[in-house]
């Protein structure tokens, strides 16, 4: 499954990135590819291509604040959490993600 994210704090410093890694290694451990695009202090940083997107089975928002962008993922399965879930409990989110994509398959 491939999968693309966006990670945002309020402070947009430490959790922002540790969400972005913690999410990016739940992936790759239950076997998916995820790309986290990140946007903080310093702006955006590992920017989603277009390409990326539109191959994503789902976008997980892992945010706290409003980001720049959102319409891209417009006709999307979109799953958005506050910050701390993907910081705290980033392998059942992912979990959730392959649920919501297999539920809507299923249908």
């Known amino acids: ?20 890694e913690k999410l990016e290694n739940a992936a790759k451990k239950a076997g998916h590819e995820m790309h986290v695009e990140t946007q903080g202090t310093i702006g955006i940083e590992n920017a989603l291509t277009d390409e990326q997107i539109a191959a994503a089975d789902v976008v997980i928002l892992a945010v706290d604040v409003k980001i720049n ?13 506050p910050i701390e879930i993907a910081v705290k409990s980033p392998r059942k989110l992912i979990e ?9 398959l299923s249908a």
Not at 3 to 9: F, K, T
């Open 96 to 104: 959730k993600a392959v649920e919501v994509v297999e539920k809507q």
């Open 69 to 81: 962008g959102r319409k891209r993922f417009e006709g999307k399965r979109v799953i958005q959490v």
């Open 1 to 20: 499954m491939k999968i693309v994210g966006v990670a945002a704090c309020t402070v947009g410093i430490a959790h922002t990135y540790i969400a972005q």
